[in-house]
């Protein structure tokens, strides 16, 4: 069955970096588009990135653009997100995504989610 499992989340002092992971597996990783999105406490859910599988095309949120890197690594199966220059308003559970194709259309799947807190 498909599996996302994220790490890499936990308290992040102001203007610092994290670097988010996200495992995949049960389904052809290398084909399928991955993105992340996050949640903030009393908010909805909100894209983040994405990057596509055979080409690796990426788009982000124009409210975190500049601060964002989405990669992908189809041998591990895994896609990333670095973060920098965090601010408070960062903090969230962030949530990895997989738009797996299931004929004639798509099924999303998520993970469980990481928690990123930015606080001094």
């Known amino acids: 069955q498909v599996q996302l499992v994220e790490s890499g989340g936990g308290l992040v002092t102001p203007g610092g970096s994290v670097r988010l992971s996200c495992a995949a597996s049960g389904f052809t990783f290398s084909r399928t588009i991955m993105s992340w999105y996050r949640q903030a406490p009393e908010k909805e859910r909100e894209w983040v990135a994405t990057?596509?599988?055979?080409?690796?095309?990426?788009n982000y949120a124009d409210s975190m653009k500049g601060r964002l890197t989405i990669s992908r690594d189809n041998a591990k199966k895994t896609v990333y997100l670095q973060m920098d220059s965090l601010k408070p308003e960062d903090t969230a559970v962030y949530y990895c995504?997989?738009?797996?194709?299931?004929?004639?259309?798509?099924?999303?799947?998520w993970g469980q989610g990481t928690q990123v807190t930015v606080s001094s």
């Open positions: 995504n997989a738009k797996v194709v299931r004929l004639p259309g798509f099924l999303n799947y």
């Open positions: 990057i596509t599988g055979i080409s690796g095309s990426t």
